[in-house]
């Protein structure tokens, strides 16, 4: 059953305060260098576990409980700005155009217009015109871009060039908005400074198979208490779809930034610069799909990481004039995360490399890191489920654990200044195996193996040993439903698309 509204509950602020307390005592522990067995290691372990504070800080920091912000009585009927309605579409089935059109038309609001901005022709798509056709049938607009360039970004930019409207409201190809979406959001825009209105992004395909459910689990945890914390510091981001944008805060940015894959996370940035108001409105008012096969989950996410990691590295958010200091923090935070992969690859190494060569990174007892350690891992699991409303699973975890590869390709790609193009995710699954995209996954299984035997063979059912291989194991576990989802099983369910009429 479709949910209407995203539910979230604030953390207890016992249970945080609690968990941030152990945080840290554990992570003064790391601050003991008595501790230290190989030094290079060590050192690497302490670099790790900065990252991790550094994290855990920003997370508990934007999940922490406050009052929500209160706006005065919102009433539609007094709002009537002009509203263009965009629907960047290029390679998607006619069928799931067709639908979001009708969508779209089925808004309550009189002053709209719907536009589907059409860039198959310039992606030498043959079904160009009957795009077109569609639009006529349907009695919507259809801007058909014939100059390449900039992606979904110049698509968009193309299309404001040539309307008046004073209000766009964007929706991907695949996300149908409720008939309210725009009674819920235009009201917002009666304050002149509220530049944008971001929504939730809502899977209805979420239980089709483990990728759309590892997928929406990932996708509900950042659409609910991640973005309605950072809401309030002012710093929720566009978020690509489900979003209303008044048209001169967008035009005073230079519209849509077309240098960076991730152009709505970039340009939300610069319109906080300029000291615009956004709102993130928790409730779902737009429907879409999930990627339904691991190589499209893996090209979302890698396009979304490479788009984060050049914002963080080359628009640091530290360096930007006009953020507030916890805006900074949260685009930080934002960007930070997608390093997690160079992190889960050392902490995933340490471990192998204690078992094939006896190297020791600490020197403390296994007991004595433990009493630290495990009170802290178990409350910080705690809050992060209660905090994701008792709804987050394994499976999320996992999916994240195991996006470390994609993660390492995407930031090589930007320290060797590799293009890397925007790619629209598919709307069809595409079918075969995709095993191949486990590879490293099964490598450092394989690995893993072979060390725990070297490490037994050499020290017997040392502690130490013990220790290492519950963590080789618990990394080999993190890895099987990722590996799992990579290959097409018989019994997952497709999704039925009703043809175009």
Known sequence: MEQEVIQYSFVQKFFLSLTILMGLVYFSWWFDFSHAGNWLLYGLLFIGEIYHITMALTFWLTIWPYKQKVYPSLNAAKVNLSVAVFIPVVSEPLSIIRQTILAAKGMVYENKKIYVLSDAYVAGRNNWQDIE?????????????????????????????????????????????????????????????MAFVQTPQYYSNQEANSVTQGSWEQQNFFFGPIMIGKNNYNAAFICGTNVAIRKVALMQVGGMCETNIAEDFLTSLMIHQNEWKSVYLPEVLATGLAPLDLL?????QLRWTRGSLEVLFVFNPLFKKGLTFMQ?????????????????????????????????????????????????????????????????????????????????????????????????????????NFLYLCY?????????????????????????????????????????????????????????????I
């Open 328 to 432: 900074k923090i949260q685009y930080l935070s934002s960007g930070l995360y997608y390093l997690n992969g160079l992190i889960v690859l050392l902490d995933m190494m340490i471990p192998i490399i204690f078992l094939l060569y006896g190297v020791q990174p600490v020197s403390s007892s296994t007991t004595s890191f433990a009493l630290f350690f495990v009170p802290y891992m178990f409350l910080s699991l705690y809050t992060i489920y209660i905090a994701s409303n008792n709804s987050i699973s394994f499976k999320a975890f996992s999916f994240s654990q195991a996006s470390f590869y994609l993660q390492l390709v995407a930031f090589w790609s930007l320290i060797t200044r590799q293009k890397m193009k925007f790619a629209v995710t598919s709307k069809n699954k595409i079918e075969g």
């Open 133 to 193: 056709e569609l639009c006529k049938v349907l009695n919507v607009e259809c801007i058909t871009r014939k100059k390449a360039g900039g992606a979904k970004a110049g698509n968009i930019n193309h299309a404001l060039s040539v309307i008046n409207e004073e209000v766009v409201v964007i929706f991907d190809a695949d996300m149908k908005p409720k008939s309210g979406f725009l009674q819920k959001v235009m009201p917002y825009f009666s304050d002149p400074a």
């Open 440 to 500: 490293p996954h099964l490598v450092y299984i394989l690995l893993a193996c072979f060390s725990i035997g070297m490490g037994i063979e050499r020290e017997g059912l040392h502690p130490a040993v013990l220790a290492n291989v519950a963590w080789v194991i618990f990394n080999m576990t993190m890895f099987l439903p990722f590996i799992a989802a990579s290959i097409s099983w018989n019994r997952e369910l497709s999704v039925q698309i009703q043809p175009a």
């Open 296 to 300: 499209s989950y893996y090209k979302q």
